[in-house]
């Protein structure tokens, strides 16, 4: 036998030390070689069998038998056999019969043992760039595919013309957190690996499924099946195991959708399905959104609104405006709403900006704006012999992941010398189950040191009662959603209902009532027998500007309300 290290041996592993990422890939490289050294190792037959356990990048295991070469003249019984152990604890084993008639020598045999040695360097080099190629690729958590393996593949469609066939569908877990303090952390994974297996199992060659992290998901799905696919997502069921009990489950997600076309960019692709589930999760009433342009050109303003924000802040466009709080049995000034505008080319009204300031978290700093404007107002009034009446300052519920929170409000107050018994926070109603616990310390602390609380929308998410039971508010706000439909015309009114219910189950715990959006007398009226305490609304008074409503503190305090104003 000639020594391995020849031309011919030499060109064998050139051509078989390419860049290859499977093993069976790489077994039929080998084979299509061998005929360059059988000659040179009397070789007259090559197998391969390879059995690779169950694991995350290989979720049904792999089993290969292969014949890599078989010589036109024969093989004989002579068996040299050499197995190999991989590192996730499979087998790969080779074995080699001599030609019909050749025996194989002790030293023939040593060079044997170096081919399969060989054989197996290559194919442990093939598995390892194969999971290396994969772990860049996958998700850890679940195998499914992460973002880099989704853009090849969404890249590779359109290379291929065929991406118009696809739409893309962006799918996020409706209250997950909340799942998760429920069955912990751990079942939380299994949520999630559950939910990716079975929609993999699902689409089948009909689509691609990626998570992309958290509870996001991405997936391109053939547009044929794509309401089946819907239909499949809003029926996604599983039993989990929680201290020893069976915990049935019910995912409920939230979807953007875009119909792809010919011509769609990977921008498209990645970007627009997004857009729409962004809109999905502010929605109330929908769980499913398809894209439309107008999508895009919102955020393309919501993100100008977002970059002008910090220099707007900087240079003090925003202004304080007040809006008059009455009480409802004496028709007096009883306190004040504190409101942000924005002074650009025009006023800009909250609306148009508080909701994108919430998504992205700059609303913290907008909140201490107002609250150190209002407080240097106090001041000057006080200054100045004019008494305020109660103020109150709105205070996002994303302040309440920051620990510091009250003492950065008290620091505050206590720099500019502000009686306490002057301020109130008020705080959109919790509807977020995990900051519960941390709005309950909050709301203590603000009490210790003589500062009021209300909560904003009242009536309007799932929390209500546990709020009204637990929270020891001093002030809730009805919703305006439910004065709106208190009319004279209405008979049979689900809002009065709910209106009186709710003011009178606070009157007994001892919480104030203020109603927000008032506009007519009839409103007023029912209100005021209903027993709430106090209103606020166009009845009385729009938001003022800081002058206007100067003139009203040192003028009459008193509303006419026989006129609509």
């Known amino acids: ?36 050294i059988a000659d040179d190792i009397h070789l007259g037959r090559y197998s391969t069998t390879f059995t690779l356990p169950i694991s995350k990048y290989e979720p049904e295991g792999l089993t290969n038998s292969t014949v890599s070469y078989t010589s036109e003249k024969g093989f004989g019984e002579e068996v040299f056999e050499k197995s190999f152990v991989t590192a996730e604890g499979g087998v790969v084993t080779t074995k080699l019969n001599p030609i019909k008639g050749y025996t194989w020598s002790e030293e023939e045999k040593i060079s044997l043992n170096h081919l399969c040695l060989l054989s197996f360097m290559l194919c442990s080099r093939t598995r390892l760039m194969g999971l290396m190629y994969k772990v860049q690729r996958s998700d850890s958590l679940t195998g499914a595919l992460n973002s880099t393996g989704f853009q090849e593949i969404a890249g590779s469609l359109i290379q291929d013309g065929v991406i118009g066939q696809y739409s893309t569908v962006f799918t996020n877990i409706k209250n997950f957190k909340i799942i998760n303090q429920q069955v912990g952390g751990h079942n939380g994974d299994i949520v999630i690996q559950n939910l990716c297996n079975s929609t993999n199992e699902f689409l089948g060659e009909n689509g691609f499924f990626s998570r992309l992290g958290g509870d996001n998901f991405l997936a391109l799905v053939k547009t044929s099946i794509l309401q089946k696919y819907l239909a499949f997502l809003q029926d996604i069921n599983m039993t989990l195991q929680v201290r020893g009990k069976e915990f049935p489950l019910h995912v409920e997600v939230k979807t953007g959708i875009c119909n792809l076309t010919p011509q769609s960019t990977m921008a498209e692709v990645m970007t627009n399905a997004s857009l729409a589930l962004n809109v999905a999760k502010k929605s109330a009433f929908k769980d499913t959104v398809t894209f439309s342009p ?6 393309m303003h919501d993100k100008r609104i977002a970059s002008q924000f910090h220099d707007s802040l900087e240079n003090q466009e925003f202004l304080v405006y007040y809006q008059p709080k009455v009480d409802l049995n004496t028709s007096k000034l009883c306190g004040c709403e504190a409101l942000a505008r924005w002074k650009r080319d025009k006023i800009i009204p909250p609306a148009e900006f508080i909701p994108i300031l919430e998504t992205e978290g700059s609303i913290r700093s907008l909140d201490f704006y107002i609250l150190e404007s209002v407080c240097k107002d106090l001041r000057n009034w006080l200054d100045r012999g004019i008494q305020p009446v109660l103020t109150s300052v709105n205070f996002s519920k994303i302040h309440l992941s920051n620990l510091k929170l009250e003492d950065e409000i008290l620091s505050l107050v206590s720099r500019y ?79 009065k209902i709910v209106s009186n219910a709710i003011i009178k189950m606070a009157n007994e715990l001892n919480i104030s009532v203020i109603a927000e959006g008032v506009e007519t007398t009839y409103q007023a009226q029912f209100l005021k027998q209903a027993g709430c305490a106090m209103a606020q609304g166009y009845l009385y008074n729009k938001p003022l500007t800081h002058d206007e409503y100067e003139q009203l503190l040192t003028g009459n305090r008193t509303y006419d309300t026989k006129r609509n104003k």
């Open 1 to 36: 036998m000639q020594d391995l290290v020849s031309k011919h041996f030499a060109q064998f592993f050139d051509n078989v030390s390419e860049s290859i990422y499977s093993f069976p890939t790489m077994m039929q490289r080998i084979s299509e070689n061998l005929h360059l």
């Open 294 to 299: 107008e999508m895009f050109e919102q955020t």
């Open 417 to 495: 010398q502000i009686p306490k018994h002057t301020l109130e926070i008020e705080l959109t109603e919790l509807s977020d189950y995990q900051y519960y616990d941390r709005l309950v310390a909050f709301v203590t602390c603000m009490h210790d040191n003589g500062i009021h609380i209300s909560i904003d929308d009242f009536g309007t998410g799932y929390s209500s009662i546990k709020l009204i039971k637990n929270l020891q508010a001093d002030v809730i706000k009805l919703d305006k959603s439910l004065i709106d439909n208190i009319k004279i015309t209405a008979t049979h009114n689900p809002d």
